[in-house]
């Protein structure tokens, strides 16, 4: 494992081209100049400037969408086998720059080294994953019916946009795009205007791994100008969107006039329930986890505790302990656990829940503070002493911060649980397996997981109920979603046709 100074270095090599050319929009193949010239991308880890990027605007977004309609029929009749082929390419040009995608996100975001490495190979497995589906993904089902065969067929929908935010950019990019290029869609990809260092990496990958001119491009800019365009667009048929809850509201009424599919992974508030008969040292770890790891900017985050009071004492004296023990730093140091957060709005809006939490009249247990005036870094929070009801409980802070809230009976813990706008993700800790079932049966979430952490398998259905989110993603989900079903009806004989008009 390579040292901070040794990253520092290799960083300085990756980032020289930015610094000299900037970051180009990329469409149909060609670096193209933002319509509306270009803004400034800083580094939360010192605030100094890194690069600038092209502004795009409507104009731009039209201009790639209208790449993206023109490739869309090349992508989409190409054998599926070199499809696959292409895809595959594309996993080992992440691979093979893994270490540039890494350094490159921790710089731009804050993410620690620690955990973009293995995201940057978790964006190679995304696109491995779906260049295995691409041959299936066309395949459709057979109905018999008394009169007719019946024949079900897919067709990649159109070109799609895919619109990301800052939390782990490049891993959540591929995640969209993966799928939208095995589905034999084109797309137009918006990513955060926070964090556009990897989204420029991808689609040179993209290319270089021989992918059409204009099957992927990407237009830099804000959600209000490209963003909203892109919602708009008659070209682009579907978007794709991760990002806040209240944005994900405005994507659905942009896209009303066109009538757009829209796929939505919105906020969470996640809750983690602790009962006493779990393993503790286990559930320790994993609410640990769940919540500090990642900058705690992770939609899926364990964010609300919920400890059984019998052991809520206990449970939190260890958690403080180790809460206060995690390494805040630089975010290239491989032994750092926490780096800075995104941005400077990002870091206010965070550290304005500690007065919050005051004001509400919980106690801070651990962290609270922030760390140097360099960058937007933080101490890991840890309220205690707090109700479901306070803001610190309902409220996506989206930061290392946590709130634990103690219960005295199953019913009260669920009805705690479910009491919330969100519904992406819940954790179950309990060794009582009839509990388990019912408790899993009864909280409203997208996704569960009992007795451990989150643990993505790509094959299984990822997104969240109410404010979290509308859709899935992951093995045929995502084909429903970036696909349009078509059904086929072939007489089998001389049925019966109803006659009008004859006598
Ligand atoms: P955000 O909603 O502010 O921005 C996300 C993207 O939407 C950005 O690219 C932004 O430019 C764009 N955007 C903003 N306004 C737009 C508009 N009017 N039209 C079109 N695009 C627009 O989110 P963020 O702050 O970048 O990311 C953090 C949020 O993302 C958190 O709420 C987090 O929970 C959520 N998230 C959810 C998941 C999930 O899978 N459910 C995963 C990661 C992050």
Known sequence: MSTLNENITKLDGFLERFRDGGIMNRIAGQDVFG????????????????????????????????????AFAEWRDMPALQRKKILIKIAEGIEARAEEIALCECWDTGQTYKFMSKAALRGAENFRYFADQVVQARDGQQLQSPTLMNVTTRKPIGPVGVITPWNTPFMLSTW??????AAGCTVVHKPAEASPLTARLLVEIAEAAGLPPGVLNTVNGFGEGAGKALCEHPKIKAIAFVGESATGSLITKQGADTLKRNHLELGGKNPVIVFDDADLDRALDAVIFMIYSI?????????????????????????????????????????????????????????????????????????????????????????????????????????????????????????????????LTGYVWTNDLTRALRFTEALEAGMIWVNSENVRHLPTPFGGVKASGIGRDGGDWSFEFYMEQKHIGFATGQHKITKLGAL
């Open 295 to 423: 900058n705690g900017e992770r939609c899926t985050s364990s964010s609300r505790l919920l400890v059984q009071d019998t052991i809520r004492e206990e449970f939190e004296a260890k958690l403080i302990a180790r809460v206060n023990n995690i390494k805040v730093g630089h975010p290239l140091d491989p032994k750092t656990e926490i780096g800075p957060l995104v941005t400077e709005e990002h870091f206010n809006k965070v550290t304005s829940y500690f007065e919050i939490a005051k004001e509400d009249g919980a106690t801070i247990a651990a962290g609270g503070v922030t760390v140097g005036d360099e960058g937007y870094f933080i101490r890991p929070t840890l309220f205690t002493n707090a109700t479901n009801q306070m803001r610190i409980a309902q409220e996506e802070i989206f930061g290392p911060v946590l709130t634990s809230i103690p219960f005295r009976t199953e019913e009260e813990a669920l009805e705690m649980a479910n009491d919330i706008d969100y519904g």
């Open 176 to 181: 969209k795009i993966a799928p939208a290029l």
């Open 35 to 70: 319509a509306d010239g270009v803004f400034q991308n800083t580094s939360p880890v010192d605030k100094s400037y890194i690069c600038d990027v092209a502004h795009g605007t409507a104009a731009d977004i039209d201009a790639a969408a209208n790449a993206a309609s023109d």
